[in-house]
């Protein structure tokens, strides 16, 4: 316990450090701490007099961590994330079986609910606390112990299994054609009502991008033009008969499958990332997480979505 002491940093300037490094700012981390700028730059000073290292480069704009500055922010954060865990639980009165898992608002909504009553069943003593949140929820700098993202799957200080690929189809409600022909071209989608999403991660396709793959530079947004900054409410629009979205296969296959939906043309995209589970990489994950963990895995193989899944309406 002596050499701890004697080793460990001053545990204030180190809470001062894990705020000032995941806000790239010391006056929010100020701000979050309810100390003045000046008294977290002055910790900060401590530190890295304590340590003989600097931190953080102070010229750049946004401020960013030296090598050393990102050692620490991880370890620190892996730490303090252990220790703020334990506390919860114990003031829990000592209840361990509780999780914590982030996704999207469109995977949470449209993908993860409609089958989480399995795994509830499964594992009745597991308490499970769903974040749906855009954009995406890091579990390196939050206390989520599982977190979906949609990307390559290369991350520092992440662990990530794939759970998915993805196909993207045009689709609209069965209404939206009543009186009127189908397009038959991807030109076609020009002369279309398009519901469009907002551009939360620069990953998902958006019309720009499937009309690129097909060598069409569209016009801009017409003035009647219906947006949106949550895909399950783009989806409901779609529904509803008030355009054609891009649908994304794996999330709308309640809606295909009922008929509440149907696909536009016969053209399918597969964007190169995908749906992955990710964790921190220096954190054991709980028996709850592993338990959480595996069935998703298992829930999302058992369901993948090839192009011949996907027939075209009539």
């Not at 730059?41 to 010229?59: A, T």
């Not at 050393?68 to 079986?97: F, M, N, Y």
């Not at 999403?197 to 801009?220: E, K, S, V």
Request: glycine share 6%; no cysteine.
């Amino acid at each position: 316990m002596e050499r701890l002491r004697r080793e460990l940093p001053p545990t204030t300037a180190l809470v001062a450090f894990e705020a000032a490094a995941r806000h790239r700012n010391f006056t929010h981390a100020a701000d979050e701490l309810g100390v003045s700028q000046a008294a977290v730059s002055r910790q900060i000073s401590q530190l890295e007099d304590n340590l003989n290292v600097l931190l953080f480069q102070r010229g750049s704009r946004p401020m960013s961590l030296t090598p050393e500055g990102e050692r620490l922010a991880e370890a620190v954060t892996t730490g303090l994330g252990h220790i703020a865990e334990a506390s919860r639980d114990l003031r829990k009165g000592g209840v361990t079986q509780t999780i914590t898992v982030a996704a999207s608002v469109a995977l949470t909504s449209l993908w993860l609910m409609p089958r989480v009553a399995r795994f509830r069943r499964a594992q009745p003593g597991i308490a499970l606390r769903l974040l749906a949140a855009d954009p995406y929820t890091d579990p390196l700098h939050s206390d989520v112990d599982l977190s979906v993202r949609f990307g390559n799957g290369r991350w520092p200080g992440l662990e990530a299994i794939k759970l998915f690929d993805d196909l993207v189809v045009p689709v609209a409600s069965p209404d939206y054609f009543q009186g009127r022909a189908k397009p038959s071209g991807p030109g076609d989608f020009l002369n279309e009502t398009l519901l469009y999403l907002d551009d939360i991660d620069p990953a998902w396709m958006p019309w720009r991008t499937w009309f690129a793959n097909h060598g069409i530079t569209p016009q801009r947004r017409d003035a009647g033009a219906l947006s949106f900054n949550a895909y399950p409410n783009m989806i409901q629009a779609a529904m509803d008969g008030q355009g054609i979205a891009l649908g994304w296969a794996h999330l709308i296959t309640r809606e295909l499958n009922r008929g509440d939906l149907v696909r536009v043309t016969g053209d399918i995209q597969k964007p190169r990332e995908a749906q992955y589970l990710t964790w921190r990489k220096r954190r054991e994950l709980s028996a709850a997480a592993t338990a959480f963990r595996d069935w998703i895995v298992a829930e999302a193989r058992a369901e993948l979505i090839k192009p011949r899944d996907l027939p075209l309406a009539e």
